[in-house]
């Protein structure tokens, strides 16, 4: 990720943003982001991806999406739809092995063969400052094809009030509670 990326993140808070790859690695985040997404500066770097994420850490399996089963389908498809261009890197083929091996859930929806390649455009959250009722948006980013910067925007005052507080308490303050 470039450092205008980076400064980019930074001044996008208290709107959670973050940059993606095409298989979901989370290759650089801002604090509202980190602070919704339940503190990942404390999990390992390898292992900041959104799917593995979703359906490994308890966190984000349990607290993170008001709507888990349209989010787990919608990522699974579209790990399918990127995947298609990469069905000989064994960096790819290795994620979705590890995951088929960690995950039923995972697993069964991948033998669905579903494909997705839109961005919902309405996202609730659950976060430890209160529902989170989010727009994302999609930018491609112009230093690779291969990546992407997610933005979540507030839909109402209430989400709008919640995400300052989020980055004033910080991610680590707000999982305790």
């Given at each position: ?47 900041r ?55 039923d ?13 839109q ?11 209160g529902?989170?009722?989010l ?35 910080g ?7």
């Amino acid at each position: 990720m470039s450092a205008a990326a980076g400064d980019i993140l930074a001044q996008l808070d208290p709107f959670p943003a973050a940059v993606l790859s095409r298989r979901h690695d989370i290759l650089g985040y801002n604090r509202a982001f980190n602070a919704m997404a339940g503190d990942l500066d404390a999990i390992d770097p390898a292992k900041r991806n959104q799917i593995w994420l979703f359906f490994v850490n308890p966190y984000w399996r349990r607290r993170l999406f008001r709507d888990r089963r349209e989010t787990v389908h919608h990522l699974v498809g579209s790990l399918r739809a990127s995947m298609a261009a990469h069905l000989d890197d064994p960096a790819w083929t290795t994620f979705v092995d590890q995951l088929l091996a960690v995950s039923d859930e995972f697993a069964e929806l991948w033998r669905r063969h579903d494909v997705v390649d839109q961005v919902p455009p309405a996202r609730d959250f659950l976060s430890p400052a209160g529902d989170l009722r989010l727009t994302s948006t999609k930018f491609a980013l112009e230093e690779s094809e291969a990546t992407w910067m997610v933005v979540f925007s507030p839909r109402d005052g209430d989400t709008r009030r919640r995400l300052e507080e989020l980055v004033t308490r910080g991610a680590k303050q707000l999982k305790a509670v």
